[in-house]
């Protein structure tokens, strides 16, 4: 019999463990507190990249992670719509630019600097273009809502149960071991349990006596009506960035964390994201609207980078935790990377500096 393991929250990283777990042989059910792929994986700019090195442990998990999305892609024969269009990025000044594309380039990684000429006819649709930018071909985007509710029907294809509209009230360990996972359905067992639960994990892991400081950050991301040319590339300014949907519309997110605390709140930031974007699209500034307003809460610990392992010592008996930022580049390699530690208790040397355990003490 497969081991039985409980997977809590179903968003694009629940997904991507369970699916894996269930491709392993484990007995995997996943509790979700709403419907699947409704929190932070639904208001998400679903852009997937490896293109910043704040540390080098960092840029090589997300390496592996664009490497793990081709592999998905082709698992699920183009249905994830995994677009990959590249980006071409000028959030940065010229010399930081050309100091990332020296850093980038010294693992190989696929950049350039392209001047104004050469984005204009990339993208001849984007107005105001700088005189430099970076083009990051190998990059790309999806909807990672879309994504995660075809990762988990694979997972229940493999066996997995999922259960929705049942919030995890807590999790205690059993007398003869392993875990109880606590809900109003009353209390499931399972070997190992896996804390997914986006902006709630650090709330669980309290309840369950364990410290995961969290620094969740808001944000704000527009769909518009669709625009009748093709966007080539997904784009990043310094004041705004945006992609286009198969259906021709565009998602428009803004450059800042933290509160909305700036006039107007939600609505505000939405009406001068769409200031921003026709500014950039002029040829359809009379006719873009908005479509939907999206408010996310981007899932972080306290550090901004990810926490993903064993919590308390690290022991192979603890409870597992697996949050983010970056769960849409990161999600399918962490799947990979949680079930085979969860399943023979090898840990990847790509985690290594990720281990909740430095928030101990
Ligand atoms: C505006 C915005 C833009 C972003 N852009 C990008 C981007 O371009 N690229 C990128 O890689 N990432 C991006 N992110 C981050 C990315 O979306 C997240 O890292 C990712 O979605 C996190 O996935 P998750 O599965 O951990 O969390 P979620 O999708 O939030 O899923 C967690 C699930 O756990 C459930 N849950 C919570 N508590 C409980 C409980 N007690 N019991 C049961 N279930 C529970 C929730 O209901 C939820 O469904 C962005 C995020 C935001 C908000």
């Given at each position: 019999m497969g081991k039985r393991v409980v997977v809590i929250g179903a968003g694009i990283i629940g997904a991507c463990i369970a699916r894996e777990l269930a491709l392993a042989g484990a007995r995997v059910t996943v509790i979700e507190a709403n419907e699947p792929a409704t929190g932070a994986s639904s208001r998400s700019m679903g852009w997937i990249n490896?293109?910043?090195?704040?540390r080098e442990d960092y840029y090589r998990l997300r390496l592996a992670a664009m490497e793990a999305h081709r592999e998905l892609d082709r698992a699920f024969d183009g249905a994830l719509q995994t677009r990959w269009t590249g980006s071409i990025n000028w959030e940065a000044a010229p010399e930081g630019m050309e100091a990332l594309v020296a850093e980038l380039g010294r693992f190989g990684h696929p950049v350039k600097l392209i001047g104004r000429q050469e984005f204009a006819r990339l993208e001849p649709e984007v107005a105001d273009l700088p005189e430099k930018a970076l083009l990051m071909d190998n990059e790309g985007h999806m909807d990672a809502a879309h994504a995660a509710g075809l990762i988990l029907a694979a997972a229940q294809a493999k066996g997995a149960t999922v259960l929705t509209g049942t919030p995890v009230e807590g999790i205690a360990r059993a007398a003869a071991g392993g875990w109880e996972v606590h809900t109003a359905l009353g209390a499931l067992a399972a070997e190992d349990a896996i804390i997914a639960a986006g902006t709630r994990t650090g709330d669980l892991c309290g309840a369950a006596g364990h410290q995961l400081p969290m620094k969740n950050e808001p944000g704000v991301l527009i769909q518009t009506s669709p625009v009748p040319f093709t966007l080539n590339h997904l784009i990043w300014s310094p004041d705004v960035h945006f992609k286009q949907l198969p259906d021709g519309r565009l998602i428009c997110g803004y450059l800042f964390s933290g509160a909305i605390t700036d006039g107007g709140g939600v609505d505000g930031v939405a009406q001068r994201m769409l200031g921003r974007l026709k500014e950039r699209l002029p040829r359809v500034a009379d006719s873009l609207a908005i479509e939907t307003v999206k408010h996310g809460v981007r899932p972080m610990p306290v550090d901004g980078y990810p926490a993903i392992g064993r919590l308390?010592?690290?022991?192979?008996?603890d409870l597992y935790v697996s949050i983010m930022h970056s769960g849409v580049t990161l999600g399918p390699v962490v799947g990979k990377l949680v079930a085979r530690e969860i399943m023979t208790g090898e840990r990847d040397p790509l985690l290594a500096g990720f281990a909740p355990g430095r928030f101990n003490g």
């Amino acid at each position: 019999m497969g081991k039985r393991v409980v997977v809590i929250g179903a968003g694009i990283i629940g997904a991507c463990i369970a699916r894996e777990l269930a491709l392993a042989g484990a007995r995997v059910t996943v509790i979700e507190a709403n419907e699947p792929a409704t929190g932070a994986s639904s208001r998400s700019m679903g852009w997937i990249n490896a293109s910043f090195i704040e540390r080098e442990d960092y840029y090589r998990l997300r390496l592996a992670a664009m490497e793990a999305h081709r592999e998905l892609d082709r698992a699920f024969d183009g249905a994830l719509q995994t677009r990959w269009t590249g980006s071409i990025n000028w959030e940065a000044a010229p010399e930081g630019m050309e100091a990332l594309v020296a850093e980038l380039g010294r693992f190989g990684h696929p950049v350039k600097l392209i001047g104004r000429q050469e984005f204009a006819r990339l993208e001849p649709e984007v107005a105001d273009l700088p005189e430099k930018a970076l083009l990051m071909d190998n990059e790309g985007h999806m909807d990672a809502a879309h994504a995660a509710g075809l990762i988990l029907a694979a997972a229940q294809a493999k066996g997995a149960t999922v259960l929705t509209g049942t919030p995890v009230e807590g999790i205690a360990r059993a007398a003869a071991g392993g875990w109880e996972v606590h809900t109003a359905l009353g209390a499931l067992a399972a070997e190992d349990a896996i804390i997914a639960a986006g902006t709630r994990t650090g709330d669980l892991c309290g309840a369950a006596g364990h410290q995961l400081p969290m620094k969740n950050e808001p944000g704000v991301l527009i769909q518009t009506s669709p625009v009748p040319f093709t966007l080539n590339h997904l784009i990043w300014s310094p004041d705004v960035h945006f992609k286009q949907l198969p259906d021709g519309r565009l998602i428009c997110g803004y450059l800042f964390s933290g509160a909305i605390t700036d006039g107007g709140g939600v609505d505000g930031v939405a009406q001068r994201m769409l200031g921003r974007l026709k500014e950039r699209l002029p040829r359809v500034a009379d006719s873009l609207a908005i479509e939907t307003v999206k408010h996310g809460v981007r899932p972080m610990p306290v550090d901004g980078y990810p926490a993903i392992g064993r919590l308390g010592d690290g022991g192979a008996a603890d409870l597992y935790v697996s949050i983010m930022h970056s769960g849409v580049t990161l999600g399918p390699v962490v799947g990979k990377l949680v079930a085979r530690e969860i399943m023979t208790g090898e840990r990847d040397p790509l985690l290594a500096g990720f281990a909740p355990g430095r928030f101990n003490g």
